[in-house]
């Protein structure tokens, strides 16, 4: 697992109140034959000390909300309903103490230029999603988007890449 700074944004309204935010891209989160190493990841998420973590790769969504579950007691976690192509959803996991989550919407705009959707509701790529949260000790409010852009090399790929950052 290689952790990666992938097109998370956190637009934010000024606070007084310290917020530790991170983006991790689990890669192919417990994908059958190629599995996930809970044990490390589990070490790795706890070091962060973060109270917001973007979350990107989530192949395998039950075992993963185990995971959180029995590791994590003190945090939420919310996942798109859509994983594009590849069935890899994104992400928030986050402290209940620090943040409230108000609302979540799936961008799926930012899934297909073409607008092509797959046999299971979904368009080929991953879409943004957005957490508006309130920073509970401050009370102000913020938005945080996540997002794991088309990746691949070649002129195909890198199209899509620029429409997508072009929307962004």
Same mark, same amino acid.
């Given at each position: 697992?290689?952790?990666f700074v992938l097109g998370f944004?956190l637009f934010s309204l000024s606070? %007084? ?21 809970? *044990? ?14 973007? *979350? ?18 003190? %945090? ?70 996540? *997002?794991?852009?088309?990746a691949g090399s070649g002129t ?13």
């Amino acid at each position: 697992m290689k952790k990666f700074v992938l097109g998370f944004l956190l637009f934010s309204l000024s606070t %007084h109140a310290a917020l530790q935010v991170t983006s991790y891209n689990i890669r192919n989160y417990d994908k059958k034959g190629e599995g996930t190493d809970k *044990v490390e990841l589990v070490k790795i998420l706890k070091s962060l000390g973060s109270d917001l973590i973007a *979350v990107e790769e989530i192949y395998n969504n039950d075992s993963f909300e185990r995971l959180v579950q029995k590791h994590f007691p003190k %945090h939420s976690f919310v996942l798109s309903r859509c994983g594009g192509g590849g069935k890899q959803n994104v992400g928030f996991l986050y402290r209940k103490d620090k943040l409230t989550l108000n609302k979540l919407v799936e961008e799926s705009k930012i899934s297909d230029p073409s607008g092509t959707v797959t046999s299971y509701g979904c368009a080929s790529l991953r879409p943004a999603l957005l957490g508006f949260f309130t920073q509970i000790e401050s009370n102000k409010k913020f938005v945080a988007v996540v *997002v794991h852009l088309k990746a691949g090399s070649g002129t195909k790929n890198y199209r899509k890449r620029a429409w997508q950052y072009k929307f962004l």
